[in-house]
């Protein structure tokens, strides 16, 4: 949005008005800046919701991955059936983390949730191993 400016300066030899170059760089100048300094912020929230999706999403995933395979071979379940089991269910979760990052709209949720879960995961998966 631009605000009202007057670019044009009256002529007086002339009744009609007549644009000021000045007037005209300035506007083009500033419009210009605010157009790159936009591009630049969305290129960095871009950049940080892929680093959030695939980084934050791996490191999630990881985490409930291990807290599912301590899980499954805690409730009976062989071992080595556990941890197979866990890491085909990995790929899924991998897979829906990574959709629903880019479906959140706020990027401080995006981290917030991926760091809090993921640190929850973790820890469990110390308490349950």
């Known amino acids: 949005m631009h605000t009202s400016v007057n670019i044009f300066k009256q002529n007086t030899a002339s009744p009609h008005m007549q644009p ?3 007037a ?3 506007i083009a100048y500033t419009d210009l800046k605010r157009s790159h300094q936009s591009s630049l912020r969305q290129a960095r ?3 940080l919701r892929v680093a959030g999706a695939v980084a934050g999403g791996y ?3 990881t985490a409930s991955v291990g807290l599912m395979s301590a ?3 805690l409730g009976g379940m062989p071992r080595s059936d556990a941890v197979v089991l866990a890491a085909m269910l990995g790929f899924v979760i ?3 983390v990574l959709l629903w990052a880019f ?3 706020s990027l401080v949720r995006l981290w917030a949730t991926l760091t809090g879960a993921g640190l929850l995961a973790a820890g469990l ?3 349950v191993h």
């Open 125 to 127: 998966t110390f308490v």
């Open 45 to 47: 929230a871009v950049v």
């Open 59 to 61: 490191a999630f995933t």
């Open 20 to 22: 000021s170059y000045a």
């Open 24 to 26: 005209i760089k300035s």
């Open 71 to 73: 899980s499954l071979a």
């Open 94 to 96: 991998y897979l829906l």
């Open 103 to 105: 479906s959140v709209r």
